[in-house]
């Protein structure tokens, strides 16, 4: 039984006869394939990454498992479609809050057509992109059983300054966003989130050490994952924080040369995330 | 006696009655000041960057020493004009090998106009900048007391792909780069130039360790100059290798934000020189 994702916060969305992704209650997540190159380029980047010995393997733990290509009814009613087979990375977590940040200042990428790289300039213009190297491109943030989930309408977040990703980003982490805008977030979840051995920042700090290095895939317009969930963190579960890599249909080959756009986009994030956590 | 200096590799010269810096015999380097507000720019970041107290001392040891600024009779001939009064980089070195590289994959400034930002972009696009997150904009590099400099022309610097850089870089450190292109490069000094604890990469990773934090500056089109010389090597002189920041018409404050890109171009620098580095 296919259904329409719960925990989808950015990105086509199978709803209003729309093409979008389903998942079933196995876990996997169904993801339409463009009918363009892109649904080619990122099934081959899921291949390639599946088998190049040269990604490390706790590298790998970053992304989705794959487990190839399925022809499915499309959710537009269109009739059969390719569609990428992926863990779904919610069915983890019950009620997650959940980050979708589109890394990198620049989220063209070299060989696009110049009309397409002057529409993604002016988003990234106009967005938090080239000020801060990433915009946070979806959220929902769960607050308590009665007042569900916190999220932001799409042009709301597109608007985001530096200052409401300040605030996002300890709102996140907070057991009281839901009080009011008037009451101190009391960040009581920052130091098991964002903190310790296997919180988020850790977790960051591993990725970018594979940035400075890894010369093999220029991850354009690839939005980096923060999900975390309130009972599994309670209960001692793990991983109650996950952190982790979607969207790849804009990847390039590093060619030789590290990828310094998503690397100070991930810098600027760890900066931001670390300020959350020291200022408690 | 002010005089043109010697070896300048990138910007304006003072040259055929152009507008351009000069030097003394005592190592100070005279920047005429631009008359629009680049001008103004640059004298408040040296300003700032010698009083402000949140510069820790050994960062500001990789910026020119700053004297201040002097009324001086222009090299073009248009009469008195107010000079930065900086230390002159060069006069430490005989015959210095000198790579002027200009950081960040964007050379604009988010508050340009359109236009300025389209040109910017332009060259961005058509030089290594975007792709490697820098670009080399000029060169000098000592071969023999025979051969003298080897330079490239602006416009062939310019046109620099990867692999030039590459060559470029292990040019840079090789005795014997004037034999002829089919001799295969020593890169001879490598181990003492890139490596080594008061080597090149050791000074580019404290420089990204202070990128990493600070968040005061945003140095848009900012040069990092590497600086060598073969005496002050071979008869252990100190310091035989520098690296410099120069150029600051269009440093921004960095309001809470890292510069992640001239963090990301100086990370993909650092891996480009590892390499030399590692190949030897």
Known sequence: MLKVPEHQVAG???????????????????????????????????????????????????????????????????????????????????????????????????????????????????????????????????????????????????????????LVLRKFVSSNSSVGSNAKLDCCFARSVYGGPAGVLEQLLELKTWFEDQTIYHFNSTSLLILFDEESLLKGRTPFAEVKLIDFAHVAEGEGVIDHNFLGGLCSLIKFISEVFSRI
């Open 12 to 166: 086509h969305q199978a709803i209003d006869g729309n093409l979008g992704p389903l998942v079933d209650d196995s876990g996997r997540f169904y993801k339409p394939l463009q009918a363009n190159e892109r649904g080619t380029k990122e099934l081959a980047f899921y291949q390639s990454l599946f088998s190049d010995t040269l990604v490390p393997d706790h590298i790998r733990r970053f992304f989705p498992v794959f487990y190839g290509s399925q022809l499915l009814e499309a959710s537009d009613g269109s009739g059969l479609r390719p569609h990428l087979v992926l863990q779904d990375l919610a069915s983890n977590h019950l009620n997650p809050s959940i980050l979708d940040v589109k890394m990198g200042s620049r989220t063209w990428y070299p060989e696009a057509s110049d009309d397409y790289i002057q529409r993604c300039l002016e988003k990234d213009r106009t967005t938090t992109s080239v000020s801060l190297g990433f915009r946070i491109s979806g959220l929902q943030i769960y607050q308590s059983k009665e007042s569900g989930f916190w999220k932001s309408a799409r042009k709301d977040v597109l608007s985001f300054t530096a200052d409401n990703v300040r």
